[in-house]
């Protein structure tokens, strides 16, 4: 299949320098991922008798809480598929916060043929994958845990969630609730610790799971620890990482999970930006009542 251009789902906000957003569902490519795609298509002319591409390449979906290294997840997933032999090539990545079937479908058209990598969050609509099980390439999913109270401190210290144990609670039963959809049709489960002491390892796993070499497992680890932007607005719009320091939308700075559709409709405002002062870390009673809330995900992992 050749690829048409200019592309549909190019996020014309970055081929512009500008940033988008943070919940912006186009997709960015770095220009290394575009050589990679253009050599694919390349090589497969360069074949004799080339095979003739399925409509629909294989999607790779990372599912998990933020701050529990999904991040880290999708980057691996995305540059092994940019680095290692693979038959389907290198993929497009996007976010898709609520995955639809359409969503899937029309960007793995524009894809011709190539894979989709997608990190996402919530509970998909129930015939997200009703095709690609037909397709004979199919879906892989990949998900990752942590204890939930680190990561809730991850989240104080960043400003996206307000001081309330209420909204908490709140906010990490609409967690779990999407995360048990996504782990039992998980190919993998990765724990957060292991990703952060033992990259390489779990890069190797990851590619035994995905079918694929893992000779540049040492190279690519270190290419995702080097990815975390420095100050910046909101995450890198390609790797989805969030910057180190915490300057952020005044919109996220008091915890609100915003609509995609909503942040769209704002994307093109000048963004109002706040520093974010270090919070208090959970205390010892409210990190009890997210141990007590969840005690099933936390024995199943571990955590005491």
């Not at 014309?12 to 298509?41: F, M, S, V, W």
């Not at 790779?60 to 995305?78: C, D, H, K, M, Q």
């Not at 001081?163 to 999407?178: C, F, P, Q, V």
């Not at 969030?242 to 008091?254: F, G, K, Y």
Request: glycine fraction near 6%; charge should be neutral; include cysteine.
């Amino acid at each position: 299949m050749e690829e048409i251009f200019p592309k549909l789902f190019d996020c014309p906000d970055y081929i512009q320098g500008k940033y988008c957003h943070a919940l912006c569902n186009y997709r960015h490519q770095t220009e290394e991922e575009k050589q990679a795609i253009e050599k694919y298509r390349e090589s497969l002319r360069l074949k004799l008798n080339p095979k003739k591409s399925n409509r629909f390449g294989p999607v790779y979906i990372i599912a998990g809480p933020e701050r529990s290294g999904t991040s880290w997840l999708f980057n691996a997933v995305r540059l092994l598929l940019v680095h290692q032999d693979s038959p389907f090539g290198p993929a497009d990545s996007y976010r898709l916060n609520h995955i639809t079937k359409n969503d899937i479908e029309t960007r793995l058209i524009e894809a011709c043929g190539r894979p989709l990598v997608v990190r996402t969050m919530r509970i998909p609509d129930a015939n997200w994958a009703e095709n690609l099980d037909r397709s004979g390439h199919g879906y892989m999913v990949f998900v990752s845990h942590r204890d939930l109270r680190d990561v809730i401190d991850d989240c104080l210290t960043i400003g996206w969630m307000k001081h309330d144990i209420g909204i908490i609670l709140s906010r990490l039963k609409a967690y779990m609730t999407a995360y048990e959809y996504w782990r039992p049709i998980a190919k993998g489960d990765f724990r957060y610790e292991s990703t952060q002491n033992e990259p390489v390892e779990q890069i190797k796993h990851l590619a035994r799971l995905m079918g694929i070499e893992s000779t540049h497992a040492e190279h690519i680890a270190r290419e995702i620890n080097s990815l975390r932007p420095g100050q910046a607005i909101g995450p890198d719009q390609v790797t989805k990482m969030w910057p180190a320091q915490r300057v952020i939308e005044t919109l996220r700075a008091n915890g609100n999970d915003k609509d995609e559709n909503e942040m769209d409709d704002k994307a093109h405002e000048a963004p109002t930006v706040v520093v974010v002062p270090e919070q208090a870390k959970l205390s010892e009673s409210e990190r009890k009542k997210i141990r007590d809330a969840h005690s099933d995900y936390h024995d199943r992992y571990g955590y005491v």
